[in-house]
């Protein structure tokens, strides 16, 4: 079946701009993450979903982070105000209860 | 604050050698570790899921060994081939959600 997708694949923006970047988990998944890998660093963990709820927020770096799910399906995630610091490459995975984190492609946000 | 070590950071070895990437974590109340591969440009794909319960998962030619009291773990790979090229992650969970990521060891397989 589809595996988990990510949109747009690239985003360059200005700094200073708001962006939203979109992730389709697989068809069932009750759970949906985002990450964040910086250049020449590992990845950091952002957000969970399980359902529409995200009983953890605490990786989100900074109050100009956001996310929401809908429908216990797709999830954005939102970044207000670009930095620089913010370019990286955002991934989203999704998994069925307590099981295999399964990766989309990911988005490669550039922040001029 | 948990912590995973993977070593070593870069490995280039030739075709057909069996060969074995470590990972470390500084606490074992893990929910479970798993391997994953990441190609250039491209997403990341588990490879090995290991329950905290269990000592060790194959798949092929891979098998991923856990030893939670030590807090290690070890991800061997018989007869290398230069498909497997990639860089090999590992990751704790806590808890059913939260993946702890090492910062990756670079696999390099030559012909």
């Known amino acids: 079946g589809a595996g988990v997708s990510q949109s747009p694949s690239n985003k360059v923006t200005e700094k200073g701009k708001d962006v939203e970047l979109r992730c389709d988990p697989i068809?069932?998944?009750?759970?949906l993450y985002w990450y964040r890998q910086s250049l020449g660093q590992g990845l950091e963990f952002l957000i969970y979903?399980?359902?529409?709820?995200?009983?953890?927020k605490s990786g989100l770096p900074s109050d100009r982070f956001s996310a929401e799910r809908t429908g216990g399906s797709v999830s954005t995630l939102t970044i207000q105000r670009t930095q620089q610091e913010d370019s990286a490459v955002y991934l989203c995975?999704?998994?069925?209860?307590?099981?295999?984190?399964?990766f989309g492609p990911g988005t490669r946000l550039t922040v001029l | 604050k948990q912590e995973v070590t993977q070593i070593p950071a870069a490995l280039s070895v030739p075709e057909g050698e069996n060969l074995v990437l470590n990972c470390s974590f500084t606490?074992?109340?893990?929910?479970?570790l798993q391997w994953f591969r990441q190609d250039p440009g491209k997403g990341l794909t588990s490879l090995l899921l290991?329950?905290?319960s269990q000592r060790e998962q194959t798949s092929g030619r891979l098998n991923a060994s856990l030893d939670k009291s030590s807090g290690r773990s070890t991800l061997y790979i018989a007869a290398s081939q230069p498909g497997d090229s990639a860089t090999y992650l590992c990751?704790?969970?806590?808890?059913?959600?939260?993946?702890?990521w090492g910062a990756g060891t670079k696999l390099i397989i030559k012909p």
């Open positions: 290991i329950q905290s």
């Open positions: 990751a704790v969970s806590r808890s059913n959600y939260q993946l702890i």
């Open positions: 995975a999704s998994s069925s209860w307590a099981d295999t984190q399964y």
């Open positions: 979903f399980q359902g529409n709820s995200a009983p953890d």
């Open positions: 068809s069932g998944h009750t759970a």
């Open positions: 606490d074992s109340a893990i929910y479970n």
